[in-house]
């Protein structure tokens, strides 16, 4: 079993609940790798001293075992550089004795889905933006953007997947700073160039698009709105820096950076003119 998990050709298997509760540590807090709005995140510690992160989702975001295990299959064909690898799951339900408002007492089934990804150590893209950004080399900078372009536009054009929570911290490092894209939580899979959704409920982030915010509206152009926050926080190396326009931006970016540009301002300034 584990040398499924560790290899990055083999497609994800189904993995016992006892065994995620035994290298969890019975998902104990000191085992927490972070949390989001729709699960906890753990790290589990194989046998063999291998880790893999284990994401426990959140009762209220669960739907029909069905949908669960098609969410499953479509996330088995994503194999790319830039996106962070599944290699396990868990579908599961227990028996469990729970109150009613009348405060009498009933047996219930609970169920308990669990994904599982590689573990990536250097944490995700939110602890290099703002000043450790700053100590970035430029051409790691581009790197990183560059990569999660690229796995960006896998999701979009080879598996018609809108992300719709694209954020530094839903973009994680591996031990090499290569960017991976993570936490498909709210991810919607759309045939058409626009998709349009009701009854939507979310966690709200600063990186989600406006037509999406207030009226549902599902498109890629959505995911690259998030990545044009993300490009700029990069780049200048603040947080929700407040740019109404490029020739901004550029200054700001000069400002921050007066010694990290080849060229001058007015060189970009004519770039841009020119584009």
Known sequence: MEEKLDDPTASPISLPFEFLKDITDNFSNEQELGKGGYGVVYKGVLPSGK??????????HLVDEEQFHKEV???VGIKHENIVRLVGYCAESRWEAIKLPNGNNVMAQIPTWL???EYLPNNS??????????GLHWKKRYEIIKGVCSGLHFLHQECHIVHLDLK???????????PKIADFGLQLYVNADVYKISNYSFPCSGYMAP????EGVVSPKADVFSLGKIFMEIVTGQRDCPLT???AFLKLNANHNPNSME????EYMDNVSAI
Not at 125 to 134: A, I, P, R, T
């Open 73 to 75: 299959t479509n996330l």
């Open 51 to 60: 880790i893999i992160a284990v994401k426990k989702l959140f009762e209220m």
């Open 211 to 214: 037509e999406y915010l207030l």
């Open 168 to 178: 530094p911290e839903n973009i994680l490092m591996d031990t090499t700073m290569m």
């Open 115 to 117: 994904l599982c990804f």
């Open 245 to 247: 326009s490029v020739s």
């Open 125 to 134: 893209l939110q602890k290099y933006v703002s000043d450790e950004c700053s």
């Open 263 to 266: 060229i001058s301002l007015e």
